[in-house]
C-alpha cells in the first residue's frame, strides 16, 4: 500500500553546496534556487548562517535570503548556534533548521560541544524561533553508523528525537551523513520512531555512498516515512564526515517515485536542465 503523493525537500543549495571549496558566486546561487523553484519545489533548503570563517561557501546567506523573500518561496536556513538562528531572524527566514549529532564524537567535530550542550542550546534555539512563529526542522545527523564511532544505535537517536518533540519541532529529518545504511536498518529504525513518536513528522535525508540510498527510500517508504531530503545533481557532503559523497539526487529520487506512479509535483523535464545547470557550478 503506497501513498498517492510524498513530498521532496531540495537541499542542494544548502547542503549540496557547503562543501564545495571554491566559491560558486552569489548570481549563479539566485538562478539555480529560481530554476528548482520554476521546477516545483514549494520547500528549498537555500542557505546557512553558520560563521562564515567556518563555512567560506555560505558567506552570501543573508543575500541569498533577500532574494528567495522576493520570489516568495518557503525556503529552509540552517542555523547551527544561536548567533545563526539571530541573524536568520533579522533577514527574515520564514523556516529554520537546527542539527544535532546522534553520534558524540560527530557531534563533537561537526559543532564543538558535547549532545547534552547541543540539545541545551537547541532548546533555547527553538523557544527563539517559536517566538518568532518560524517552522522548525531538527536534523539528527549520522542516525545509522558514523565514521568515528561505528555503529550508532537506536537509543542514541531517539536520546536527540526525544529531546526535538519536547521542543516542538515541526519536523525532524533523520539523515544517513555517511551513507552507509541498508534497507534492513532503515526499516526498522523508521518504524520504531515511528512507534515511539506516532504524533511526529519524519523526514529521511540519506547520502548515497554505498549506491544503497534508492533502496533506503523505498523501505522508508515501506515504514511509512512521506518526506524525503534530496539534493540536485547529488551536489554535496559534509566537511565534518570523511568519505561522505554526495546527497541523494533529486532527479534520480523524482524519478524514481513518478515511476511508481507515487505523485512528486516536480516537472521532470524541467528538472534535466536544471541538473545539468547544477553540475556545472561544481
Ligand atoms: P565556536 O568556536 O565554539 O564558536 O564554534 P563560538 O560560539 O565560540 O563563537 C566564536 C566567534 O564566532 C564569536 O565571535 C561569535 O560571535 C562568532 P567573537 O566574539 O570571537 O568576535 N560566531 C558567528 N558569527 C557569525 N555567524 C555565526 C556565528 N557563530 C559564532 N553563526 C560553532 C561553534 C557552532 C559556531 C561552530 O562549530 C560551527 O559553526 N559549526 C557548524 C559547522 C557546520 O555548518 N557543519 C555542517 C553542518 S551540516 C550537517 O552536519 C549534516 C546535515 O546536513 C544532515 C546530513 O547531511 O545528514 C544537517
Ligand atoms: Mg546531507
Avoid at 68 to 73: F, I, K, Q, R
Avoid at 147 to 168: H, L, N, T
Avoid at 223 to 238: H, Q
Amino acid at each position: 500500500h503506497f501513498p498517492k503523493q510524498i513530498e521532496i525537500i531540495e537541499v542542494g543549495p544548502r547542503d549540496g553546496l557547503q562543501n564545495e571549496a571554491s566559491f560558486v558566486p552569489t548570481d549563479e546561487k539566485k538562478q539555480l534556487i529560481k530554476q528548482l523553484y520554476e521546477s516545483g519545489f514549494q520547500r528549498i533548503e537555500t542557505a546557512s548562517f553558520v560563521h562564515p570563517k567556518i563555512v567560506p561557501q555560505m558567506a552570501d546567506a543573508q543575500e541569498i535570503t533577500s532574494f528567495c523573500n522576493e520570489l516568495g518561496l518557503d525556503y529552509i536556513a540552517l542555523t547551527p548556534n544561536m548567533k545563526a538562528l539571530e541573524r536568520a531572524i533579522e533577514a527574515g527566514v520564514p523556516q529554520i533548521a537546527v542539527f544535532v549529532g546522534a553520534s558524540e564524537t560527530f557531534n563533537q567535530k561537526n559543532i564543538k560541544r558535547s549532545i547534552a550542550d547541543s540539545l541545551e542550546e537547541c532548546s533555547e534555539m527553538f523557544q527563539q524561533a517559536k517566538a518568532q512563529h518560524k517552522f522548525i526542522r531538527g536534523y539528527v545527523s549520522m542516525c545509522f553508523s558514523c565514521p568515528y564511532e561505528g555503529a550508532i544505535s537506536y537509543e542514541q537517536v531517539k536520546r536527540v528525537v526525544e529531546q526535538f518533540v519536547k521542543d516542538g519541532a515541526d519536523e525532524i529529518s533523520i539523515g544517513d551523513t555517511n551513507g552507509q545504511a541498508n534497507p534492513r536498518i532503515v526499516y526498522e529504525r523508521f518504524s520504531a520512531l515511528k512507534r515511539d513518536f506516532p504524533q511526529t513528522t519524519f523526514v529521511a535525508h540519506f547520502h548515497d555512498t554505498n549506491g544503497f540510498a534508492y533502496a533506503n527510500i523505498i523501505a522508508a517508504l515501506n515504514a511509512g516515512i512521506e518526506k524525503f531530503d534530496s539534493s540536485i545533481a547529488g551536489l554535496g557532503g559534509c566537511p565534518f564526515s570523511p568519505g561522505a559523497t554526495g546527497n541523494v539526487a533529486t532527479e534520480k529520487v523524482v524519478e524514481l517515485f513518478e515511476a511508481m506512479q507515487i505523485k512528486t509535483n516536480i516537472q521532470q523535464e524541467k528538472l534535466k536542465d536544471v541538473s545539468a545547470f547544477a553540475s556545472n557550478l561544481v
